[in-house]
């Protein structure tokens, strides 16, 4: 499928699609997997990749914009995989955040429903994060047993640090004036597609070259993070995902009863 042509990114589950659409210079890519909230399983991670390589590799592309349908922008890990390969599915994760950060051109997180975990992850990775009204966001790892490894790579460069010290540890959620308040996102706006619109068209008032040399500046540090940390961190997720606490925190979740730690705290 060439690549300025509006199409889907599909790999082996149905009912997970990757939209992909160019306009106006514009590559738009939708998350489009409602019967599990946009959760990172293989192919929706797939459609992302492919969809990044097309906009990188067509020159009329000038920006992307990475949004969803449904109210969940994305709920993080595809928690049903939990038989994956560990550490491969952390490294995988890794693999997409620098993806997005490390893309010759911006990427605009076009957000209006709720963000998890892993999606957090996604928002942070993007050079300019537009929040909607209906959008609400957390870190709930340790809730479940587990630690947001991976995504500290995007999340805390973002986020001030008693902001970080809270929502990693409480999980609470928060609104989006709050996540532009301690920097999660660029703007909470009442109409999000109006000023992602708004944004876009001072994007394409830009040069290429300019756009990309300018990204290189903002983004150098976050991808030394990536090449000094991800292997370490991508290890202490797996430890944390295959420890007896986790799998408690997982199925807990999956069954939607409280897990044995919140019981006892009571």
């Known amino acids: 499928m060439p690549p300025t042509e509006t199409g889907e990114h599909m790999t082996t589950a149905p009912d997970v699609r990757v939209h992909y659409d160019v306009a106006n210079a514009i590559a738009t890519v939708t998350l489009d997997s409602p019967h599990n909230r946009n959760a990172l399983s293989d192919p929706l991670v797939t459609g992302i990749e492919q969809s990044l390589a097309d906009a990188a590799a067509d020159p009329d592309v000038r920006a992307v914009v990475l ?8 709920a993080g ?18 693999r997409l955040l620098r993806a997005i950060v490390a893309l010759p051109k911006p990427v605009i997180a076009h957000v209006d429903g709720h963000v998890r975990a892993g999606g ?37 460069p973002r986020i001030t640090p008693r902001a970080a010290a809270r929502y990693f540890l409480t999980g609470e959620r928060f609104d989006a004036a709050e996540a532009q308040r301690i920097g999660l996102v660029t703007l ?13 068209a001072d994007l394409r008032t830009a040069s290429p070259q300019g756009l990309e040399e300018s990204k290189r500046l903002v983004t150098r540090e976050i991808l030394a993070g990536f090449d000094a940390h991800s292997d370490d961190l991508a290890a202490r997720s797996a430890r944390l995902f295959e420890s007896d606490e986790a799998r408690e925190g997982m199925m807990a979740f999956l069954q939607k009863r409280a897990p044995r730690w919140a019981d006892a705290a009571r």
Request: charged content about 15%; proline content about 3%.
């Open 188 to 200: 909470a706006a009442d109409d999000p597609a109006a000023a992602v619109a708004a944004v876009a």
């Open 77 to 94: 890990a595809d928690l049903s995989r939990a038989s994956a390969d560990v550490t491969e599915r952390s490294l995988q994760m890794a």
């Open 120 to 156: 957090m992850g996604l928002v942070a990775a993007c050079d300019i994060a537009i929040a909607g009204p209906s959008s609400s966001f957390a870190l709930t790892e340790a809730r479940l047993g587990l630690a947001a490894s991976i995504i500290s790579l995007t999340v805390l």
């Open 67 to 74: 949004t969803h349908t449904g109210g969940t922008f994305c």
